[in-house]
């Protein structure tokens, strides 16, 4: 009677899953970011994403070697990590930079944990991070986008005249904020602009439609939940609100928080990561509002115009302290105390 029964070690799933198919989903839910960073800002998006993906593999691989284990490569996790980091980076960056942050990605920020499953940060944003922290300038640079002006010049940061060609839509409302300048002025146009792309930013920040099909397509297939985006942009709206209602002379409209930056990459690419973020749908909405609220704070309070690759490390860390928090309950009992 027992012939027929199967036993294995968990996770026990219902459907087929594999690392390397969720992998392949991701990267296709991520090619029409992909497409529209082409679109907008040409041959440097493409070679841009090229150096980091070829960047990420080759790291891994040679990782691998020294290490003596065999190759991860088939999982194509390093490929995501690529076009993560990518899609997080200036148009205009150097490539020798962008090789920088491929190699810290995956040596520091996955293979020193043990690789994929051990590591407890997000890779792509480790290597995003020390890029910003190495390389200031140079990650705050900005292109106006060739739909404006074919040659792609830097961004004017005193242009009066057109908020497209301005620093980012960020920029423009932490510079509201420190001046005490009226925010609303540019912010029609400049949710218009985030929302197809034709605004300046990192390659990943430019469209929100294209991140939104991209993220519709990952929830569709399953491949994640809606409670960390959710969580993740409803945090961002109400701190948003809170600070757009308490004045809305010098903070900008919530909803361009959410379609500008990296809010968008963040909710549904980034936080979402299944090695780095909880196992529970509990600690999943509360890691998500975790990621939404601090990246609010810094984008209002803080120094810097954007928060989400500090948010999501901060959240990252504490993500095993949530887990012990809200325990998953064994199949047939309650989790032991």
Known sequence: MFKDLRVSCSPHISHRLS????????????????????????????????????????TEGLCNLIR???????????????????????PKLPV??????GVFSIAVGKMVFGGLGANIFNPAMVGRTFLSASFGVLMTTWTVPATIDPAMPAVAQGNTLNARTQATPLAWSKLAIKNRLGADIYSEQQIQGAFTGSVGGCLGETSA??????????????????????????????FGGIAYLIDSYVYVQPFLHLVSGGMLLCAFFIATDPVTAPLTRRGMWLF????????????????????????VLL???VTPLIDRLFKCVPAGGKPSV
Request: hydrophobic content about 60%.
């Open 19 to 58: 690392t390397r198919s969720v992998m392949i989903d991701v990267i296709i839910g991520l090619a029409p970011a992909m497409v529209a960073a082409g679109y907008y800002f040409r041959v440097q998006a493409i070679v841009l994403i090229a150096t980091c993906v070829i960047t990420c593999v080759v």
């Open 68 to 90: 003596r284990k065999p190759s991860s490569l088939d999982d194509f996790s390093a490929v995501v990590t690529g076009l993560i980091l990518a899609l997080s980076l200036p």
């Open 96 to 101: 020798w930079t962008a090789v920088i942050g």
């Open 209 to 238: 439609i294209a991140i939104l099909i991209g993220g519709l397509y990952l929830l569709i297939r399953r491949t994640i939940s809606f409670h960390i985006p959710l969580a993740v942009l409803g945090a961002a709206f109400v």
């Open 288 to 311: 998500g509002i975790g990621v939404g609220a601090v990246t609010m704070l810094i984008r209002i309070v803080g120094e810097y115009p954007e928060g989400v690759m500090f948010s």
């Open 315 to 317: 959240m990252n860390a």
